[in-house]
C-alpha cells in the first residue's frame, strides 16, 4: 500500500490555488449573474417619532420603496352609544349606522368595540341591520357609576368623549364619532402615540383620536384637574394641554372643504392630500340634512358627502 503525504511548502501551495481559483470563478459567476441575483434583503425603516408627520419625511425615505411602519396604535375602534335619558329611547340613524359600516369597510379593524349604557331597541331598524351585518363588541358602562365618577352631569356628548378618553388610555385604538365617516384608511396616523384633528380655528377636536395604550398626553388629560373642571368642553382642556405639551400629540387639519349645492356639503375632512380626505365630518350644522339621508337620497347626493357615502354604502362613487 502506497500513502502519500502532503509536505511544507507544496501543500499551502495547493491551499491557496484553490481558494484562488475559486474567488475568482465566484467573481466570474456574480459579474454575469449567475449567483447572487436570487438572493434578496428586505429593508424595514421604523419612523418612531411623535413630531415627524408623513409630509416631513425626508427625501430619501419617500423615495424608497416597500417602507414599513410600526404601529403603535392598535386597530381596534371604539364608538360610545348613550342616551340623554334613562329610558334609552334614541333610535339609531342611517348617518351613524353609515359611520361603523365606513369603519368596517375601509379601515378593516381587527375589532370594533361598541360602549354603551343601553343597546338600542330590537325595533331600531338601522340597529337590526348593524348588528347583523357587522361583528361587534358589546362592551356595557353603568352609566350612573360613569357620570359620578367623572363628577359630570347627564349629557351625552360629556360622557361620549370623558368615556373615549378613558377607553383609548386603557386600550388604545381608534376613537370615532358618530358624525364622522371614514373614507380612507386610517393607519398613517397609528404610527404617533396620539393623534386628533385642528380646526381650523386651531382649536382641538376630539371627533377623531388615534391612540396608543397609556398614551403620555392622555394619562396627563386625564390626571389632571382639567378634564373635570372643563367638562363641558373636552376639546377645549385638550387644546389648554396642548399648548403646554405640544410634543406629546400629532395634530392634523381639520380643512374646510367647499359647499358646491347643499348644506350636506359643508363638512369637513381630516387631511387631504389626494382625491379623497381620510374622514368626512358632518358639521352640526348639518343636523337636519344628516336625518334626510338615506340609501335612495344618497344617490344623487352632490359633492364629497355623497361620493363618500356611496362608495361606503354601494361599493364606488
Known amino acids: 500500500m502506497h500513502s502519500t503525504v502532503c509536505r511544507g511548502n507544496s501543500c499551502g501551495l495547493t491551499a491557496v490555488l484553490l481558494v484562488s481559483v475559486g474567488f475568482i470563478v465566484g467573481v466570474l459567476l456574480n459579474q454575469y449573474g449567475f449567483v447572487f441575483e436570487n438572493i434578496h434583503v428586505d429593508v424595514t425603516i421604523t419612523v418612531v417619532n411623535d413630531d415627524l408627520t408623513g409630509s416631513q419625511l425626508p427625501d430619501y425615505l419617500k423615495q424608497l420603496n416597500g417602507i414599513t411602519t410600526r404601529f403603535v396604535v392598535p386597530n381596534i375602534v371604539h364608538f360610545v352609544w348613550f342616551t340623554d335619558d334613562d329610558a334609552g329611547k334614541r333610535l339609531m340613524t342611517f348617518v351613524e ?16 368595540q361598541f360602549h354603551c349604557s343601553r343597546l338600542p331597541g330590537v325595533e331600531d331598524y338601522w340597529w337590526t341591520r348593524l348588528w347583523r351585518e357587522m361583528p361587534l363588541k358589546i362592551v356595557h358602562h353603568d352609566k350612573s357609576s360613569l357620570i359620578k365618577h367623572l363628577k359630570l352631569d347627564k349629557s351625552r356628548n360629556q360622557v361620549c368623549k370623558l368615556l373615549a378618553i378613558k377607553v383609548l388610555l386603557d386600550q388604545g385604538g381608534i376613537f370615532i364619532d358618530w358624525n364622522v365617516l371614514v373614507a380612507k384608511n386610517l393607519d398613517p396616523f397609528r404610527q404617533f402615540n396620539f393623534t386628533l384633528g385642528k380646526e381650523p380655528s386651531s382649536t382641538l377636536s376630539t371627533d377623531v383620536v388615534a391612540a396608543c395604550p397609556n398614551a403620555p398626553f392622555l394619562r396627563i388629560l386625564v390626571d389632571s384637574n382639567t378634564v373635570n373642571v ?18 406629546l400629540l400629532n395634530t392634523v387639519s381639520f380643512d374646510e372643504f367647499a359647499a358646491q349645492k347643499s348644506t350636506s356639503d359643508a363638512s ?31 344617490k344623487s347626493e352632490a359633492g364629497i358627502i355623497g361620493d363618500v357615502m356611496r362608495l361606503i354604502y354601494y361599493g364606488s362613487t
Do not use: W
Request: proline residues 6%; hydrophobic residues 30%; glycine residues 2%.
Open 97 to 112: 349606522y353609515m359611520s361603523i359600516l365606513s369603519v368596517y369597510r375601509i379601515q378593516r379593524p381587527d375589532q370594533i
Open 230 to 247: 372643563e367638562a363641558c368642553d373636552v376639546d377645549k382642556s385638550a387644546y389648554k394641554l396642548s399648548l403646554k405639551h405640544p410634543s
Open 268 to 298: 369637513h375632512h381630516f387631511s387631504v392630500n389626494s382625491t379623497l380626505p381620510y374622514v368626512v365630518r358632518l358639521s352640526e350644522s348639518d343636523n337636519v340634512a344628516r336625518g334626510q339621508l338615506s340609501p335612495e337620497t344618497i
